[in-house]
T-cell receptor, first 116, second 114 residues
Framework: AQKVTQAQTEISVVEKEDVTLDCVYETRDTTYYLFWYKQPPSGELVFLIRRNSFDEQNEISGRYSWNFQKSTSSFNFTITASQVVDSAVYFCALSEARQAGTALIFGKGTTLSVSS | DGGITQSPKYLFRKEGQNVTLSCEQNLNHDAMYWYRQDPGQGLRLIYYSQIVNDFQKGDIAEGYSVSREKKESFPLTVTSAQKNPTAFYLC?????????????FGPGTRLTVL
């Protein structure tokens, strides 16, 4: 069963708009980590953030912010004042203590297109 | 600069041929992973290795093989038994110490079967 759901397959916005990428996860573990990665057209995944299950504080890094809510099993990512360079595929991922090899479980990704 | 290199960037294969994708890291990471990415499918785990001379199958290991003879190297062979090998392949590594560490990814190899 899929454990990370990114319901938005594609999102298109115009520069300077704010955009939120949704991520819903499922786990039986009480201890886990959530991640966001960015995949630009070049293909390499770039790590953006890691959040552990005991830290529900929202985080802000420049134009990026993340909202973690255990009550709804969500870890949403907001880009404020989007720019063309934000165009990429964004992946949410889960790492569980019980997952063999501690591999990441990825959502299917959201393709963000920002036009000028 | 520390990082992960994958080669080649593009690879073309005829049906029935085995091909090997290279993955090298100089981050001194113990764990290494191979993922396959198909359009709209996200990343799926093929094989992983947590230590030299040991590796385990992931979710879609059929038709693939790996080796881990050196800490820094984790090559992936796509065999002729893989029915639909055309995809983008990503190699990753991370520190030992469990599930809290993020994985670092290489630039990927795009394999096309002709």
């Amino acid at each position: 069963a899929q454990k990370v759901t990114q319901a938005q397959t594609e999102i298109s916005v115009v520069e300077k708009e704010d955009v939120t990428l949704d991520c819903v996860y499922e786990t039986r573990d009480t201890t886990y980590y959530l991640f966001w990665y960015k995949q630009p057209p070049s293909g390499e995944l770039v790590f953006l953030i890691r959040r552990n299950s005991f830290d529900e504080q929202n985080e802000i890094s420049g134009r990026y912010s993340w909202n973690f809510q255990k009550s709804t099993s969500s870890f949403n990512f907001t880009i404020t004042a989007s720019q063309v360079v934000d165009s990429a595929v964004y992946f949410c991922a889960l790492s569980e203590a019980r997952q063999a090899g501690t591999a990441l479980i990825f959502g299917k990704g959201t393709t963000l297109s920002v036009s000028s | 600069d520390g990082g992960i290199t994958q080669s080649p960037k593009y690879l073309f294969r005829k049906e029935g041929q085995n091909v090997t994708l290279s993955c090298e890291q100089n981050l001194n990471h113990d764990a290494m992973y191979w993922y396959r990415q198909d359009p709209g499918q996200g990343l799926r785990l093929i094989y992983y290795s947590q230590i030299v001379n040991d590796f385990q199958k992931g979710d879609i290991a059929e038709g693939y093989s790996v080796s881990r003879e050196k800490k820094e190297s984790f090559p992936l062979t796509v065999t002729s038994a893989q029915k639909n090998p055309t995809a983008f392949y990503l190699c990753a590594s991370k520190e030992a110490g469990g599930f809290l560490h993020e994985q670092f990814f290489g630039p990927g190899t795009r394999l096309t079967v002709l």
